[in-house]
């Protein structure tokens, strides 16, 4: 029988937690390498929302919604995942390209519901001003993004992972292949790498000559202290997107990729969170405990990089700003390439050789 393989993750946000958490079960041996511990950086500052939704091509729709279905996969495979399958009401698009969006997202099978004002205020009986018109689709959900990539770390854990909390300093190349890492406690071999370390990828990739093309816009959500539940699902107003933790915060931005935080992040978060407070009945009592700016790691051209370095054997990158949702997909589809060398046909769009034009 052959050796297991012997693999390093780089990063233990949410993409690396799956990664590692998919290759320990299909029985690699894996190194989980992060400076910032489970979580990561950008998985704490995210909105959460798991979705296929709309502005994207249908190729990439298509990735989305089997990302989705991976979320149940995942689930029944690791009891006790916070997730919930909460719904989201849409009303942050001019009526036309609501339309617009229905028809497309209709044809292409995505379970969406017109809803007028009456449908919008039993789906959600505490919004202020229910909208004359939006859109419902009630198999969107959220997964709590730190408790659901520490359950995962653990289990990967508990199953004979490995995770080391160290800075990353370079990647060790023998021969044109990468063959570990460098890091503030020495030199770590493996068989592969896989970064997966969000806005941090770039760097770490530069020190063996490879270019990751990302932006990392930052992006401010206000937090709540816990309060009485308010909202049962997500909801996408103009300029307000808003959902309610587990542990009963509301959490909001101007985009569920969090706002500009502008010159003044303070006078931004505390302007946001009046504005929440004023689209919901009954959150008088509502506090402001603090609030996030999150940089997230996106490709420039929006789309996800994931799939072998070319000209560099041994280096695996999973880099994207969609990594609430597509997590579970982006887990399984890593573990299978790097393991049994099968790439999903889904993932072919997704390489970075794209960008070598």
């Not at 993750?9 to 690699?28: D, E, K, M, Q, Y």
């Not at 390498?33 to 950086?41: I, K, M």
């Not at 089997?66 to 149940?72: H, I, S, T, V």
């Not at 401010?220 to 909801?235: A, C, D, E, F, T």
Request: aromatic share 6%; net charge negative; hydrophobic share 45%.
């Amino acid at each position: 029988m052959a050796a297991a393989k012997q693999v390093i993750v780089i990063g233990a946000g949410i993409i690396g937690a799956s990664i590692a958490w998919h290759l320990t079960r299909a029985g690699a041996r894996v190194t989980v390498v992060s400076e910032s511990g489970p979580g990561g950086v950008a998985t704490p500052n995210s909105f959460a929302w798991i979705n296929a939704s709309w502005g994207n091509p249908e190729i990439y729709f298509r990735l989305r919604t089997r990302a989705m279905a991976e979320w149940r996969r995942l689930a029944n495979e690791l009891s006790g995942l916070p997730l919930a399958w909460c719904g989201g009401l849409c009303w942050d698009l001019p009526a036309d390209r609501l339309e617009a969006y229905v028809a497309e997202h209709s044809s292409w099978g995505y379970g969406i519901e017109r809803v007028g004002r009456e449908r919008a205020a039993q789906i959600e009986p505490n919004l202020a001003e229910p909208p004359e018109f939006a859109v419902y689709v009630a198999e969107e959900g959220v997964a709590e993004p730190v408790a659901t990539a520490r359950a995962l770390l653990a289990d990967a854990e508990r199953h004979g992972a490995r995770a080391v909390a160290s800075t990353v300093s370079a990647l060790a190349q023998t021969n044109g292949r990468t063959t570990g890492v460098d890091t503030s406690h020495g030199l770590i071999a493996a068989d592969e790498v896989v970064i997966a370390a969000g806005v941090g990828s770039p760097d770490i990739a530069a020190t063996a000559g490879i270019k990751l093309p990302i932006e990392t816009p930052p992006g401010l959500i206000v937090h709540s202290r816990p309060y009485k539940r308010l909202l049962n699902g997500l909801v996408h107003a103009v300029r307000l997107h808003i959902r309610q933790t587990a542990e009963g915060r509301i959490i909001a931005g101007s985009d569920f990729a969090g706002g500009d935080p502008g010159e003044n992040p303070e006078a931004t978060a505390r302007d946001l969170f009046a504005a929440t407070k004023a689209a919901l009945r009954g959150a008088e009592g509502l506090e402001l405990d603090f609030h996030t700016i999150g940089y997230r790691p996106n490709p420039i051209d929006g789309f996800p990089i994931i799939g072998r370095a070319e000209g560099m054997d041994g280096l695996y990158v999973a880099v994207m700003h969609s990594g609430i949702t597509l997590a579970p997909a982006v887990g399984l589809f890593t573990a299978r390439e790097i393991l049994d060398g099968e790439r999903d046909p889904l993932l072919t769009p997704y390489g970075l050789s794209r960008f070598a034009q």
